[in-house]
């Protein structure tokens, strides 16, 4: 199995508190994503990492933002959560998406997010 | 919404049988793959087929792809209750580095 895991794996908060997801991986793979994951949406990018550094916008980015200072974390960030960010949060890795190998996402246990 | 979308949403058949489950997808692709989440697991990578591909087989799974249509299927043949799990398709884009995945079709294979 790779080796990806996420912390916390269950957090319950009130609206309003900042929230911070944390994602390791110990494949040294470049890519790294964060999806939620909601009933009847199945899985939508939040945000993604090609690099250290290197961060761009998914299809639902609003509200949420992200850091990776080192290889191995990427750091998922709720500045102020709202009952709307209820959800369960995957991580996941890639060691290159597409062309020049087959892309394959490996993905973490999940994080679950209650915002009361 | 990049998103595809799996048909149908949910699928319940007897042990033994066979199932198939469609998705849909909207942009041109590098290739297309095929998750498998077991209830309250992570995503698990099937199979992936690139685009230049017609059909793929792996074990009892077999994948098409009609670029034409923008369309998979994925078949499981002589299924298992083991395999009741949710299945999701995920398309690699040929412009840009993000994965965008279907909404899902539930299985449930009955003992």
């Known amino acids: 199995d790779a080796g990806i895991t996420q912390s916390p794996r269950h957090k319950v908060t009130e609206t309003g508190t900042p929230v911070t997801l944390r994602c390791h991986q110990t494949?040294?793979?470049?890519?790294m994503y964060w999806y939620r994951q909601d009933p009847g949406h199945g899985l939508r990018l939040i945000h993604y990492?090609?690099?250290?550094?290197?961060?761009d916008k998914g299809e639902v980015s609003d509200g949420y933002s992200v850091s990776r200072s080192k290889t191995e974390d990427f750091l998922l960030t709720l500045e102020s959560a709202t009952s709307s960010q209820t959800s369960v949060y995957f991580c996941?890795?890639?060691?290159?998406?597409?062309?020049?190998?087959?892309?394959?996402?490996?993905f973490g246990e999940g994080s679950r997010l209650t915002v009361l | 919404s990049q998103q595809g979308e799996e048909d149908p949403q949910a699928l319940s058949i007897q042990e033994g049988e066979n199932a198939t489950m469609n998705c849909s997808y909207k942009t041109s692709i590098n290739n297309l793959q095929w998750y498998r989440q077991n209830s309250g697991r992570g995503l698990v990578h099937l199979i992936l087929?690139?685009?230049?591909?017609r059909e793929k087989h792996s074990g009892r799974l077999r994948v098409t792809l009609d670029t034409s249509k923008k369309s998979s299927s994925l078949l499981i043949t002589a299924s298992r209750a083991a395999d009741t799990a949710s299945y999701f398709c995920?398309?690699?884009?040929?412009?840009?580095?993000?994965?965008?995945f279907g909404t899902g079709t539930s299985l449930t294979v009955i003992p």
């Open positions: 087929i690139r685009s230049n591909e």
């Open positions: 996941a890795i890639s060691e290159a998406p597409g062309r020049s190998n087959t892309g394959e996402l490996f």
């Open positions: 990492s090609y690099g250290v550094k290197d961060t």
């Open positions: 995920a398309t690699d884009p040929f412009i840009g580095n993000q994965f965008y």
């Open positions: 494949e040294n793979h470049r890519y």
